[in-house]
DNA sequence: CGATCTGTTATTGTTGACAATACATAGCCG
DNA sequence: CGGCTATGTATTGTCAACAATAACAGATCG
């Protein structure tokens, strides 16, 4: 668990080299990240200023900061003099925010596959097999499986040797998935035919399929799509007014 | 003050606010975006606070808050206790660019071919029919034809009926692609060729074949993408330094 | 003569106070 | 009694000064 936060923020403040100067923004950043994703700030939640500066002990200098490069990932909304509130997605913007992912998911799964190195194809093979196990051993902490799912999907996008696709995939959206995959990740029979799926994504970049692996990618992402689009649509409401 | 509760008013209907209370930090971030893609300030250039705070008349604050915004579209490139320099592409980030449109784009496109009104498609008609003629004339500012022709992009963006995609494609990364795109656009035969590929996506469009359209519009974009890869690298440096 | 160390200066990071705006409550008038 | 207006409070926007970090120049030493 300690290990997991240190990850979250260091995913948090991308690009940074471990003993990179740390300044007061990037810590409140990387706090109020892992608090937004984990719940302890609810969606739709009013973030006043005067309030989270006291709470982290610094002015409100550092954490308007904050807050603006957490609009531009997409976990804040805010409005002009009347302040930040927890991004709050509806029915609508969740199914949108996968076709979004399908997009840039397939074209970096068609890169890959002209790109990818041959260690990085058997790291990929390892991180399925490790899957596979943890799968086996059933609720085999549900968390790790999560964020090995999305291990998969961000290895090929590093691949991918596209960086800008990279960035816009894994650092602007990439909590704000994490955030509303908790509620739709483990539907029964998913997580095997998720495996499955990610296993013939990987014979296609092995075969330098371009084409057929992102065909498959998208498919993959669509299928996520579809489970959550049967769901009913109270379960994300955009009314929290509080 | 009763205009200020009727201005808020229109703030509630989302998006389009003629008046919308403007902030410093909005005029800043207008400002320097204009001068940034219309070349007064170039690639690489040192972005100094106290200067720019002093050029516009306010304080240091605001500033900031603008150089945050121009980072998450960006066009600015920042490094912690280092400041801000403008945004300049290498060959291989411009050609990573048109593979992020490439993707984004062509699932617009698709989308668009599901869910465009019959009205907005008698808009996209009517717009090129006004290019042809602009071409027709040659040499009719170049910049409108310019203008133009991303408006064709956006307005299928927003007929994708996707948000979420239009943002990250129009607000996102929409400077940044006028700013690197005025060095390639009209090579010869490039217009004629251009304004035919769009009269392929909006006959897709029109026959509601979203598959067909994500092919055409895809295409299109690597043919932009393969003109600018053709090019001499050395048109686009990465050694400003200054 | 070159490299490293050190002191100086400029720039960024941070802070607390002030001004302007928006929200909420209470009062007023129809 | 209901809706609108006005006042008061809370929150955001803005500012100028202070602290910390990094780039630069000069001097010292090998």
Same mark, same amino acid.
């Given at each position: 668990?300690?290990?997991?936060?240190?990850?979250?923020?260091?995913?948090?403040?991308?690009?940074?080299?471990?003993?990179?100067?740390?300044?007061?923004?990037?810590?409140?950043?990387?706090?109020?990240?892992?608090?937004?994703?984990?719940?302890?700030?609810?969606?739709?939640?009013?973030?006043?200023?005067?309030?989270?500066?006291?709470?982290?002990?610094?002015?409100?200098?550092?954490?308007?900061?904050?807050?603006?490069?957490?609009?531009?990932?997409?976990?804040?909304?805010?409005?002009?003099?009347?302040?930040?509130?927890?991004?709050?997605?509806?029915?609508?913007?969740?199914?949108?925010?996968? *076709? @979004?992912? !399908?997009? #840039?998911?397939?074209?970096?799964? &068609?890169? $890959?596959?002209?790109? %990818?190195? +041959?260690?990085?194809?058997?790291?990929?093979?390892?991180?399925?097999?490790?899957?596979?196990?943890?799968?086996?051993?059933?609720?085999?902490?549900?968390?790790?499986?999560?964020?090995?799912?999305?291990?998969?999907?961000?290895?090929?996008?590093?691949?991918?040797?596209?960086?800008?696709?990279?960035?816009?995939?894994?650092?602007?959206?990439?909590?704000?998935?994490?955030?509303?995959?908790?509620?739709?990740?483990?539907?029964?029979?998913?997580?095997?035919?998720?495996?499955?799926?990610?296993?013939?994504?990987?014979?296609?970049?092995?075969?330098?399929?371009? *084409? @057929?692996? !992102?065909? #498959?990618?998208?498919?993959?992402? &669509?299928? $996520?799509?579809?489970? %959550?689009? +049967?769901?009913?649509?109270?379960?994300?409401?955009?009314?929290?007014?509080?």
């Amino acid at each position: 668990m300690i290990l997991t936060q240190i990850v979250n923020k260091m995913v948090a403040s991308p690009q940074i080299t471990p003993t990179a100067t740390t300044t007061l923004a990037d810590r409140i950043l990387a706090d109020l990240t892992a608090e937004i994703v984990e719940g302890d700030l609810s969606p739709g939640e009013k973030l006043r200023e005067p309030d989270l500066a006291r709470r982290f002990g610094t002015s409100r200098g550092p954490l308007r900061d904050a807050l603006r490069r957490l609009e531009s990932r997409r976990l804040v909304v805010t409005t002009p003099n009347a302040g930040a509130r927890v991004v709050s997605l509806s029915h609508e913007q969740l199914l949108a925010l996968y *076709e @979004l992912r !399908e997009a #840039l998911e397939g074209q970096t799964a &068609r890169l $890959a596959a002209e790109r %990818i190195s +041959a260690s990085e194809l058997g790291e990929l093979e390892r991180l399925l097999d490790t899957h596979a196990a943890e799968i086996e051993r059933r609720n085999g902490r549900e968390y790790f499986r999560q964020q090995g799912d999305l291990d998969f999907h961000f290895r090929i996008a590093k691949a991918s040797g596209n960086a800008l696709l990279y960035d816009t995939l894994c650092v602007d959206h990439y909590q704000l998935m994490r955030l509303y995959r908790t509620k739709f990740s483990n539907r029964f029979g998913r997580p095997n035919r998720a495996l499955a799926e990610h296993r013939r994504v990987l014979d296609a970049l092995k075969d330098r399929d371009g *084409e @057929l692996a !992102e065909l #498959l990618m998208r498919r993959h992402i &669509r299928a $996520a799509r579809d489970t %959550i689009a +049967a769901e009913p649509s109270t379960s994300t409401t955009n009314e929290h007014q509080l």
